[in-house]
């Protein structure tokens, strides 16, 4: 299990990498992505410590995986969905009125209006 969260961080580092060194607006938005994907996994992989079995009662109850962390992670989901919506059409309208996609462009003092 701890293997699994290493992997999670590992992902996390790698996308923090990706964002730190890209020029692109896209592609940043791709490693926001990945971020909020591998935390929503260190969330569940996290969960899942609490307990051994899936949360259906059974006739033995034992020690269950408590569900509201993963009904949360649902939530995260779907809002990480509509904000990654609105950051391609902002990229899309900032496409249109500066001519391109970079960063170190956008910064400049040349942009095009």
Known sequence: MIIDIILALAIIGVALYGICN???IIKSIICFNIIQAA???LF????GYTGNDI????E???DMVDPLPQALMITAIVISASITALALMF???IFHYYGTLSWRELGSKDVKK
């Open 55 to 58: 949360p259906i009662i059974t």
């Open 44 to 47: 569940i992989l996290m969960a």
């Open 39 to 41: 935390i929503i996994l």
């Open 60 to 62: 033995t109850v034992k």
């Open 91 to 93: 990229s899309v309208k």
């Open 22 to 24: 890209t020029d692109n």
